[in-house]
């Protein structure tokens, strides 16, 4: 294309071998060459080569998960089970969730913190029924998050504790939207009627064996990540498209999806300088943890739940043109009070939202404030999140 070739001219022809060689080096994930097919975009994403959208626009496919369901390639995350009799205490030394307490096959949202109080990652931990945790963590994260365990490892089995790690070689995809629950029935021999949002099972899908199914996504909507054998993850991909409600969605809808549902994409919205508390996720603090702590930085962020932080994340709405991330956040009277950390058009709502860190003072609900797009003061509003209401199942 065009600009690719401008691009190309006014690069030497080192940058150009040195940008040959980057794409060749970033990971494929199982379904790489299926999605090529499809007419899969593909932009680099934590170091993967990924799709950002295929045929349709990212308007469209963004509206296709709301009333139908689409299929997202999630195969980048990193996916671990956790083995051992000491399992769920080496968890408990690394994540702000208690994990005890979560019933068999039940999963939770939570968090890697540091000796700061810092979110390392965000993850998904599932408690399952077969003597291991399932734990989901993010692609861009994946390094620091295995090295991290690791260590805590060799320090646990050091002190005689048994715990083992098993870095899965499984593809995943997520299976978001409406109709996910009447698709998938179709190729499953239990009722899908009995697994509620946040659990988790082993089965056949459409005769593929051995997956892991867990009724969760990253859309706001009803859905599923299914962890699948690698050899068998194009074939149940195409299966699942057979079926006219389903679509193949990309990076550019379950950008803007997760953000009218609230939640934070790691690295824009939280990261190592930001507390659980000033993310405004304390609700992933278990009540006993509170009590116990033993996870790190548990000194520095139980007290903030009592005497509350100097910055809070919060959902804006703006008219005017979009606003993306570092854009800066004004008080009514022009100080700046903060930045924002996501933003973009909601298709559903058709006006700009965004999420950022504003001064504690100026983050309740319906607060006036201004963002600074393009050296311009515009008009916004605090607002609750979800922008767009879930629609997760709860039986
Ligand atoms: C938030 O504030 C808006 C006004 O900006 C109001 O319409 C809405 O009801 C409020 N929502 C909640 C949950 O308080």
Redesign the pocket.
Known sequence: NEQVFILLLHMSPVSVVCLWAFLQTLKKTPLFDFHRDQGGKMVEFAGWSMPVQYKDSHISSHMHTREHCSIFDVSHMLQTKVHGRDRVKFMESLVVADVAELNENQGTLSLFTNDKGGIIDDLIVTKTDQGYLYVVSNAGCADKDSAHMKAKVAEFKAAGFDVDLEFLDEALIAVQGPSMSRVLQEGLKDDLGKLTFMMSTLATVFGVRDCRVTRCGYTGEDGVEISVPRSKVVELTETLLKNPEVKLAGLGARDSLRLEAGLCLYGNDIDDTTTPVEATLVWTIGKRRRQTKGFPGADIIVPQIKAKTAKKRVGLVSTGPPVRPHTPILSPDGKVIGEVTSGCPSPCLKKNIAMGYVEAAFAK??TAIQVEVRKKAVPA?V??MPFVPTNYYSG
Do not use: A, L, M, W
Request: proline share 0%; aromatic share 0%.
């Open positions: 609900n319906g509003t607002s609750k």
